[in-house]
């Protein structure tokens, strides 16, 4: 009895001391349990694999990052890639399918506002904060003075139809070249947000979307980094000018070959405008680490859509095709979670960023994304598209997948498209006749998961424009 006397009093003492000192202590245990930070790099209309050539983003997510070279767009078009982020649900869900229009714009966006991304963060406790491109036309459509639900801090370029744009007033920043003052902005943020308090934040740069400013960074760009945005790019491929586009869809057998000059002007430049980005991405990467939890911190690196370089004769974006579509993605998951570190080939798409997201913040919200940490793999990927007569290329609506060996279109023109990407992975030899059985499989599982071509063919295309473009 007494040495069961001896140690309780022993085991008082050492709780009485670790009261008194645990103040001057750091709070572990609090630190453990907040939700992690969360920070979103969305660049604008950015190559896949050029991310690979900056430095700070690569030198970053190489260690201990996860890169998904299989990622690709549902609809490969800024404002639905955007609202697909922001929801977590595609086109045929949301109604986003273009830039502008009726079924465009935050016209088309603004019902879906109630069910977003930083909406369900900010219920569950975090700080979120929007420093850059939103949705188009969200300016010529709002007040100036209007901030969508979820956001404490929203700072978007200005101008009644000023979307983005490298230099310009932003809203509550001072002016100057945007992707320096919403860097700086972000940086702040980071900053001033309460220890005790999570943390979203969306830094949205136009770059390097044409006409590609690289700003105070000019002359930046070595020709060595110059020759890894092409190589990481995949510039001039097997598909580059495709000579022979018999086998292709009417609207690609009316292009003609491209200048190659005017295309190596086109890299060029969004090779020097993404210096900015890999600037600014350092930028917010020492603000966390000074300031936040690095440990406990979500870090997502994408582009809002894929972008053509000459690609079967094509530019810009709106196309289906793999390379074209695809996008970069990096992922740094906070200490705890486990996944493969390096590279993961899984097929995935910024739908599954956003589940994701919400998965690991506890955020309640309904995506119709696969978690990248706890779900099966995708089998496939549902492609869709209104028809377009914007950009350079007129093209119809069309639905289709990406699965791990074949991409298969079909259009409203009543054509399509079938390519075995293991024996042909630059699309050249369209098979779409000489496999029935497995394009009907696919055309019935494409209207199952909710893409109606016909449908989609009846939707009034806006005009041409070339600001949202």
């Not at 940490?373 to 549902?382: A, F, H, K, N």
Request: glycine letters at 8%; charged letters at 20%.
């Amino acid at each position: 009895m007494r040495a069961r006397s001896l140690t309780v009093v022993v085991l008082m003492a050492l709780a009485a001391v670790l009261t008194a000192v645990w103040p001057q202590l750091p709070a572990t245990a609090d630190v453990v349990a907040q939700a992690p930070d969360v920070i979103v790099v969305m660049t604008d209309d950015q190559r896949v694999g050029t991310e690979r050539a900056m430095p700070n983003v690569s030198a970053f997510f190489s260690r201990g990052g996860v890169r998904y070279p299989n990622a690709e767009v549902p609809t490969n078009l800024c404002c639905p890639a955007r609202s697909a982020f922001l929801t977590g649900k595609y086109a045929h869900t949301t109604g986003v399918w273009e830039n502008s229009g009726s079924f465009g714009s935050y016209r088309a966006f603004a019902p879906n506002e109630a069910q977003t991304l930083p909406l369900a963060l900010s219920e569950v406790g975090y700080r979120t904060g929007l420093y850059g491109k939103y949705i188009n036309h969200f300016n010529a459509l709002t007040a100036d003075d209007f901030v969508p639900p979820g956001w404490d801090e929203f700072h978007i370029p200005s101008g009644e139809d000023h979307d983005g744009g490298y230099y310009g007033p932003v809203r509550g920043l001072p002016t100057g070249y945007t992707p320096d003052t919403m860097g700086a902005g972000a940086a702040e943020f980071i900053r001033t947000t309460a220890p005790d308090q999570p943390l979203f934040l969306m830094y949205s740069p136009f770059a390097p979307h044409y006409p590609y400013d690289p700003g105070p960074y000019a002359g930046q760009l070595s020709e060595r980094e110059l020759l890894a945005h092409q190589r990481f790019g995949r510039f001039r491929n097997p598909a580059f000018n495709e000579e022979d586009v018999s086998d292709k869809p009417a609207w690609v057998r009316k292009t003609r070959p491209l200048r190659p000059r005017a295309l190596t002007n086109v890299v060029r430049g969004q090779a020097e405008s993404l210096v900015a980005v890999d600037a600014n991405f350092q930028r917010l990467m020492t603000a966390q680490a000074q300031y936040r939890d690095p440990a406990n911190t979500i870090v997502v690196y994408l582009s809002d859509n894929g972008y053509a370089w000459g690609e079967h004769r094509l530019l810009l974006k709106r196309h289906p095709y793999s390379l074209v579509s695809g996008i970069p993605l990096w992922i740094k998951y906070p200490a705890g979670v486990t996944v493969p570190a390096g590279v993961d080939t899984r097929l995935t798409n910024q739908l599954d960023v956003t589940r994701t997201l919400a998965e690991l913040t506890g955020a309640q919200l309904a995506t119709e994304g696969v978690s990248l940490v706890s779900e099966p793999r995708r089998s496939r990927l549902l492609l869709e598209a209104a028809p377009s007569r914007a950009g350079i290329q007129r093209s119809p609506a069309f639905c289709g997948f990406r699965t791990e060996r074949y991409l298969f279109v079909y259009y409203g023109s009543n054509e399509g498209e079938l390519y075995d990407l293991r024996r042909d992975p630059f699309e050249l030899t369209n098979i779409f006749a000489q496999r029935p059985d497995i394009t009907l499989q696919l055309s019935l599982d494409a209207e199952r998961a909710g893409c109606d071509v016909t449908e989609l063919q009846k939707m009034p295309a806006p005009q041409r424009d070339t600001a949202g473009d």
